[in-house]
């Protein structure tokens, strides 16, 4: 069974540039997150997808970061325009039954 | 609101020995679901075991097994013959049990470093 892909693994930009992050789950995975995991800290939710629509987007940052799920399968996390404070490890990650899978993140990096 | 607690930031063991992670949480509900996940340098999330509240049993897989204590809300993580592989950040995770609606909260991490 394919696990969960993220692309791209590494990606720097300077700030007030935009930046793209797709996630395509575990198939048959309906719940969809992305996590935002700044250096020495735990994971943090960002956005919950239940197929296309959003579960909880309580701690998304609404005035430069976006994401979407249109079909219920892949999805896409942009933000616009970046802040040097946006640096961390983007996770997406896939529900199947009890257990939450992760793919291998998008490194980000704003100079 | 749930919450989740690693008291250790840093751990060493010495290769073949034995060494016990804590974790601590708080939750108001009865069911729910507790992980502990691998983070190597590369960052991806390695699921190591996995803990279902309402089974008394702890659970194990290989090297790894778990000290369950429900009402004192603990879970901790015990790893045998530790190896130079198991060098990692560690960390404890509470998912609740409503049903799809539920998301993983992290604690802050253990950083395991292995002694050869």
């Known amino acids: 069974e394919a696990g969960v892909a993220q692309s791209p693994r590494y990606k720097i930009i300077e700030k007030r540039q935009s930046v793209a992050f797709w996630c395509n789950p575990i198939?048959?995975?309906?719940?969809l997150y992305w996590y935002q995991q700044i250096l020495g800290q735990g994971p943090k939710l960002l956005i919950q997808?239940?197929?296309?629509?959003?579960?909880?987007d309580s701690q998304l940052p609404k005035d430069r970061f976006s994401a979407e799920r249109l079909k219920g399968v892949d999805s896409t996390l942009k933000i616009q325009p970046a802040k040097l404070e946006d640096s961390a490890v983007y996770l997406c990650?896939?529900?199947?039954?009890?257990?939450?899978?992760f793919g291998e993140g998008s490194w980000l990096t704003v100079v | 609101a749930q919450t989740v607690t690693q008291s250790q930031p840093e751990m060493s063991v010495q290769e073949a020995e034995t060494v016990t992670l804590s974790c601590t949480y708080d939750?108001?509900?009865?069911?729910?679901?507790l992980f502990w996940y691998k983070q190597p340098p590369s960052r991806q999330m390695i699921l190591v075991i996995r803990?279902?509240?309402?089974?008394?049993q702890n659970a194990t897989e290989n090297r790894f097994s778990v000290n369950f204590q429900k009402a004192a809300k603990s879970f901790s993580l015990k790893i045998s013959d530790s190896q130079l592989g198991d060098a990692a950040m560690y960390f404890c995770?509470?998912?609740?049990?409503?049903?799809?609606?539920?998301?993983?909260?992290f604690g802050k991490g253990t950083k395991l470093s292995v002694k050869p």
């Open positions: 990650a896939t529900r199947g039954g009890n257990t939450i899978y």
């Open positions: 198939s048959g995975h309906a719940t």
């Open positions: 997808f239940q197929n296309n629509g959003v579960v909880d």
């Open positions: 939750t108001s509900e009865s069911d729910y679901y």
């Open positions: 803990q279902e509240a309402y089974k008394q």
């Open positions: 995770a509470y998912l609740g049990y409503g049903g799809s609606q539920g998301n993983l909260i």
